[in-house]
Every structure is written in structure tokens, then in C-alpha cells.
């Protein structure tokens, strides 16, 4: 058990729709990575979060969108939803603002979407 | 673009026998890990290697940095069926806090 949690943990959905992904982090971690892992694309950065504020933007789409709360856990919100959506959605935390050694990241349990 | 380049990406072998898996990249990174990830978990970090050249253990497992910090490899020696799984590496740069990873080897080990 990594110390972060996701929830739901299994979405299934129509296209079109949207949806809110939930993530808490680990406890005294300020930091919130997400991530879309698919077959085709691998494990992909989409966006950072660091005590609050936006840190780094990977491949997010401009139909998603995240942010970090107060108490730091994190929502990452899909919207007009296609197929191609579906994916694994990890969240992961970690101490600091950076990638590099000695912050390492923890990640959570994922959740599955599934686009109909 | 795939910046990192894992090989090979699926390895199946038989319990005790010695494999080693390869990371590669054209771009230099200030550190790179190795990740586990197994059936419907998150990835949980292995090792990380910042030293262009370091050599680092993890019981079976020997991780090493290339000299030029863009590759790096994965020994496992008398591999054992709790080896299986996928495993990521992912690199980072010294500029940016985000993290690239590899296409994966998913690795399976025969009883």
C-alpha cells in the first residue's frame, strides 16, 4: 500500500459525458502527478500540482483539466469523453516539487475508465 | 515520441535463468528509475540512478547507469516466478520536474 488513494476505482461511461477522477495524496506529500496509461501510449505525464498551484503540463488535453485543493488531495476532470479515453488514470505524490532523486513518487491504485 | 526505448518488450523465460532488460534514449538525463508494476497496481519505484556509470543492487536485481547517462539496464539473475510483471524505466531531466517513461518489458517467468 503506497499511502495514496483513488477513487472510484472502475468508471465505466458514454462518450460524451464527463467525469471526476479523485486522488488523495500520501500524508505530508505536497506534490499530485496524473497519468494516462494505455496499451498503445504507455505510461504518459499529463499534469503536476504542487501545494496547490500547477507545476508542469505534459500531454493533457485541453478537454482535461485537474486541480489541487486546500488539503491537497487532487481531482482530475474529463470531459467529452471519446473512446479513445480509455485508459488506466494513476495519481501518484510525492514531498517536493521535483522529479529528481530523493522525491521520489508514490502511486496509487489507478482508476479504470471505460469509454462506451 | 517515444524519447526512451525499452527492449524487449515482452520476455518470457524459465525460473532461473538470468535476463537483462534495456533502456534507451538519445537525450541525457539527470536520473533515471526502474519501476515494477504488476495487474492492477500503480508502478512502485525499484531503484534510482543518477551517476553516469553507478552500478546499484537490489538483491537479485543489478541496475546500472550508462557512462553517457542515456541508457541504462536491468540484470536479474536466477529469476524467479515473483519477478513477474512490468517493468518501466523513466528518466528525468536536470531542467524539468516531469517524468519520461519507457514503452515497458513485460516480463514472465516460467515455473
Redesign the interface.
Known sequence: D?G?TQTPKHLITATGQRVTLRCSPRSGDLSVYW?QQSLDQ????LI?YYNGEE??K?NILERFSAQQFPDLHSELNLSSLELGDSALY?C?SSVG?????GD???????TRLTVL | TQLLEQSPQFLSIQEGENLTVYCNSSSVFSSLQWYRQEPGEGPVLLVTVVTGGEVKKLKRLTFQFGDARKDSSLHITAAQPGDTGLYLCAGTYSSASKIIFGSGTRLSIRP
Open positions: 503506497s495514496v497519468y504507455g505510461l504518459q505525464f503536476q507545476r508542469a505534459g494513476f501518484a516539487s521535483s522529479g529528481r532523486l521520489t513518487q508514490y502511486f496509487g491504485p489507478g
